[in-house]
């Protein structure tokens, strides 16, 4: 007999339920060895890790618990990175006044000027003081709940759903990993075993916002949708606002991975062992350090390095005409109606088009979008902030679409590279390109259609 | 070069396999590429008593059900390298979970020594193993080790030399199934019996079968091949 005969003849044989027994029964095995083969003589035994396993992972508390932790970390970034934005922004504004007396002193050609003070300095200005005070804030926060032990916990409770859409438990923590770099996310796939799974939590890993977006994220959320809020409260309602839109890329993943594991992906969930660490206290020092040194100044530089050319070349698109209008506004006006279907405008679009290197400049193009063509107000603080938006005709429903479309669009450049890598595949690229395209589409469409259709706005 | 042996290292990540495998083999490795696979182990030696012990340190992995490249490779390294002896590493501090895998490797090897290592940390925390009743129960040497502090090593040293040379039979212990399940192994394992010969453990052939291990046919049919070659 052949070994492939005898493997199907062992199958006929074989039931769904026989891994589970052999696996229970390994378990039972070594309970008992350990039983007989260990004695604990101080009691020391790690009783404070089990007790706050007990509440931690508790069914009850378990979800509630991580919805806390998560608005908590979200609170204390935007309520923490208030102050030190504006005062950035303010300085910015002050250098900014001060450089351009400097050329006027120097009889700099106009061109020049408008290069490298409008484009260059404008746009890593506000990449900096938008980005800046949120990442220094958020990434030590993470780093402290992750040393102390906390995120394993997260994994353990995602399980079970992750298992019912048919992915792999791990995900979640890749998703962590995503908060902070999808493009680093997609590296960590490599915890999950199975090619399936590890295809499923690449294909969705880009439905968590990475840092890139926390900027737009926040600053759309505190411009617009609290706006009628001051002081604490309207942390308060930007966080509210932040942690549903996390959910919401969450139950995004949740469909998509579910999706695709009953048509592309078909399969079963497979085995895992998660290890669960105990609790330690964290060195709290240390990984503050550590996580705005290495994490936060990197990312920044990063956004810089690709902001500082972007910001040129859109600078240079806005003041070079063909026929009566510039390059920018050409493009801006083709993308224009389609930008509206959606509930968006041309120069939105563009933005996310020119922000494809990364989603750091996203936001930075569409201001200076907006200000080579509007009024050239001096962008000085926040308030002045809101006022380009609302004279470019923005909403609350703009906003919130904007926000949409940033959570949900497709990866960066540098995330379809490391997912190209990864999976070696070009067909599985352009899915994981063509998947959060469509859904970013169609979500802010159908938003926008049905509030037009009942007359909200 | 008729006295030189290979000694294979697996174990859980994060038990100090590594920790074990350097403290060991000091600067004396290398990395070497395994036929067909693209994963590189790492190897270095050891001389001792005029033998020369060839350690090869397999992937730190949980199980070896062949769920990731991984637990393959350290899979078929066990089964089909057949290495002279296998040490399991196994953390002392939490070997309950850890005893998985050694069950996992009786079944599937004969030479087999259990290392516990972290010994230093769990006598601090209060663990006491009774290595002797486990190499009772397990059928095969259970020794204490600290590979950090270099504690255990020349018994470890001298019980793979005693293997080697036969002078202790390990005799791994059985593991029992449920009788639904070990009634489908007597009917599979005669069959398997009769394709691999004693080359591999038949009944472990026969419990992967039946659990639907696919990756295993090809291994096997190259061993066959091989087998008809030679």
């Not at chain 1, 309207?234 to 993943?253: E, N, P, R, W």
Request: net charge positive; proline share 4%; glycine share 6%.
């Amino acid at each position: 007999m052949h070994i492939e005969q005898l493997y199907k003849e062992a199958q006929k044989l074989s039931t769904k339920q026989l891994r589970d027994d052999i696996v229970q029964h390994l378990h039972e095995r070594s309970h008992l060895l350990c039983q007989e083969g260990i004695t604990y003589n101080k009691a020391k035994k790690d009783t404070k890790t089990e007790k706050l396993d007990a509440i931690f992972t508790s069914p009850i508390f378990g979800f509630p618990i991580m919805m806390i932790m998560l608005g908590t970390v979200f609170y204390i970034t935007i309520a923490g990175a208030n102050v030190p934005s504006s005062l950035l922004a303010d300085f910015f504004g002050w250098l900014e006044s001060q450089l351009t007396a400097l050329f006027t002193f120097l009889h700099a050609p106009e061109w020049l000027h408008g290069m490298l003070i409008l484009g260059l300095f404008r746009g890593t200005a506000w990449v900096i003081a938008v980005m800046l005070p949120p990442m220094a804030i958020f990434f030590p926060t993470f780093a402290l709940l992750e040393n102390y032990g906390y995120l394993p916990r997260v994994a353990f409770n995602m399980d079970r759903l992750f298992k019912k859409v048919g992915a792999h438990g791990k995900q979640s923590l890749t998703m962590a990993m995503g908060f902070g770099c999808n493009a680093a996310a997609v590296i960590s796939t490599r915890i999950i075993e199975s090619p399936r799974e590890r295809m499923l939590a690449i294909l969705t890993n880009n439905f968590v916002p990475c840092n890139g977006r926390w900027g737009t994220l926040i600053v759309f959320a505190s411009l617009f949708m609290a706006a009628g809020f001051t002081g604490g409260m309207k942390s308060l309602v930007t966080t509210g606002i932040l942690v549903g839109i996390v959910l919401f890329g969450i139950l995004i993943t949740f469909f998509v991975s579910w999706f695709l594991s009953k048509t592309a992906l078909k399969g079963i969930p497979t085995h895992y062992t998660l290890e669960l660490p105990p609790y330690r206290k964290p060195k709290i020092f240390d990984t503050v350090i550590r996580a705005s040194a290495t994490k936060s100044w990197s990312v920044l530089v990063r956004a810089v390095k690709v902001a500082a050319p972007a910001a040129i070349l859109t600078w240079v698109f806005a003041n070079i005409y063909i026929g009566d209008s510039s390059i920018l506004l050409h493009a801006v006006n083709f993308l224009d109606p389609f930008g509206r279907l959606l509930g968006l405008d041309g120069y939105i679009m563009m933005a996310f088009i020119l922000g494809l290197p990364a989603n750091e400049i996203v936001l930075p193009i569409l201001l200076m979008g907006y200000l080579s063509t509007g009024s050239l107000t001096e962008v000085k603080s926040m308030v002045d902030l809101k006022k380009i938006f609302l004279d470019h005709g923005w909403t609350w429903l703009t906003a919130l679409n904007m926000m949409l479309f940033s959570l949900l669009h497709y990866p960066c450049g540098t995330t379809l590279v490391n997912i190209y890598k990864e999976t070696k595949s070009k067909k599985w690229t352009f899915m994981a390109f063509l998947i959060p395209t469509v859904i970013a589409i169609v979500i802010p469409l159908m938003i926008t259609q049905t509030v037009r259709f009942f007359g909200w706005i | 070069m008729g006295n030189e042996y290979r000694i294979a290292l697996a174990g859980n990540p994060n038990t100090g396999k590594s920790t074990l495998f350097n403290a060991l083999t000091g600067l004396r490795q290398h990395t070497g590429n395994w036929a067909g696979k693209t994963v590189s182990l790492a190897q270095g030696s050891v001389e001792y008593k005029n033998k020369t012990f060839q350690f090869i340190d397999l992937p730190g992995t949980y199980s070896l059900f062949s769920n990731s490249k991984d637990e393959e490779v350290a899979r078929n390294y066990i089964v089909f390298e057949k290495p002279d002896v296998t040490l399991v590493v196994l953390d002392a501090t939490s070997l309950e979970r850890n005893f998985n895998l050694a069950l996992q490797v009786l079944e599937m090897t004969k030479n087999v020594i259990i290392c516990i290592n972290l010994i230093d940390i769990a006598e601090k925390q209060g663990i006491e193993i009774k290595e002797r009743l486990l190499t009772n129960r397990l059928g095969v040497p259970v020794i204490k080790i600290s590979a950090r502090n270099k504690i255990g090593f020349p018994l470890l040293l001298d019980t793979i030399d005693r293997i080697v040379t036969g002078a202790i039979e390990c005799q791994p212990l059985v593991l029992q199934y449920p009788d639904e399940i070990e009634e489908k192994i007597r009917q599979i394992e005669p069959h398997v019996r009769a394709i691999v010969g004693d080359h591999v453990s038949a009944r472990w052939v026969a419990l992967r079968l039946l659990d639907g291990d696919e990756s295993l046919l090809d291994e096997i049919n190259r061993l066959i091949t091989l087998k008809g070659a030679s």
